[in-house]
């Protein structure tokens, strides 16, 4: 579920409140945006508003609806225009919830954590029961690494507003410190409760996910396959599905819905696995088709900078293994500069690792793994680190303890971690 969270934009297909009353008649039901097409959904929206250009509700939802289409397309030229649109709101109606929450949800998306929390809170001033600035302010809690103020903040949206999109917080909060029955209970919960094929397509790759993390890949592909049944062009979903199937052997399989998923959005996570299984396959061209992979991550980091994304998440976690290994360090340490989270933490470390500052790294690997959070990379990580800084058995644990956990975390991690766990026997 991190890679959800970390690119801040909410699903709108899972995060939807009751529309207000409509200022005029004909605007826009926000709601409508879950489903269907959204890019029809975005034209309806255009069209009403040229009509109807004092409707501050259709303004907020068209921005919200830039932002789905930012995230869905991997497409961050979508952010000003939901900017311009939230101007425009706020300015008919200065101070609106909707606007306000929007807001939260756009800085969210451009990874600015801090303004995220700021405009959550200024939505829920106005609105102490928006679902949508409750969810935003978990989202930008847990960004910020605060995550004992996240679990209140999920637990007092789960007072005011329980629903999918709450419902799906609170485990992730519970996961995040390595609570995974109760992540698991919750998230199972919220599948019961969908009541849409976008909620049910949302919440079964969050379990397919969380499966996938604990290396059952049966299981993560039964809940993905259920999502793709509620909608079958939900990309997550459908990544998730070429995770499990690279790491349960059918490589032809995971390369096929890679190839997919970054033909439609071509976002950092997907463009990098798609590399390495090419790079895992070993055919003849896979090393280019690779570099290409890694290039557009390049191309999508620059795209995003200048669209006001901050991308030294991005840029630290692709380069440390694909790129620019000083880059990858400087992004990392202004990276953590920003925020304290398990994967800033993690992201550091590595990059301090693949720059030859073991000693230095070994803090942080041990700060990353430090909540509970269960995540293979991050053993793999802090063993390699270990064995680095002579502490052989304590290496050797860590990723013993990553292959355990999840055998196939990566399609090139995994095995460089078997031979390190072999040489350091």
Known sequence: MAVALTGGALALGADREPAPAPVSAGAVDPGALGG???????????????????????????????????????????????????????????GGDQALAGRAALAAARHDFEDALAFADAALRRNPYSERALSSRIDALVELGRYTDAAGAAKT??????????????????????????????????????????????VATQLGQLAWNQGDYAAALSFCARALAADDGYLPALEGRARARAASGDRAGAITDMETVVARSPLPGPLVELGELYEARGAAGDRARARRQYALVDAWIALARANGVNADLDTALAAADHGDKRAALRAARA???????????DALAWALHVNGRDTEALPYARRATATGYRSAAFRYHRGVIELATGHRAAGRASLASALELNPGFSPLGAARARAALEGAE
């Open 36 to 94: 269907g097409d959204l890019d029809a959904s975005v034209t309806a929206l255009q069209t009403h508003l040229r009509s109807q250009p004092k409707d501050a509700g259709g303004w907020a939802t068209l921005a919200l609806a830039y932002v789905e289409q930012a995230r869905t397309k991997g497409d961050p030229s979508r952010y000003p225009r939901a900017e311009q649109a939230l101007r425009r709101s706020l300015s008919l109606a200065p």
């Open 335 to 345: 990276e953590w500069a920003r925020r304290h989270t398990v994967h800033t933490a």
């Open 157 to 202: 949206a789960d007072a005011r507003r329980p629903g999918v999109p709450v419902f799906t917080r609170y485990a992730y909060v519970h996961e995040l410190r390595g609570d995974v029955t109760t992540a698991r209970r919750v998230l199972r919960q919220a599948l019961s409760a969908a009541g849409s094929p976008g909620d049910t397509a949302y």
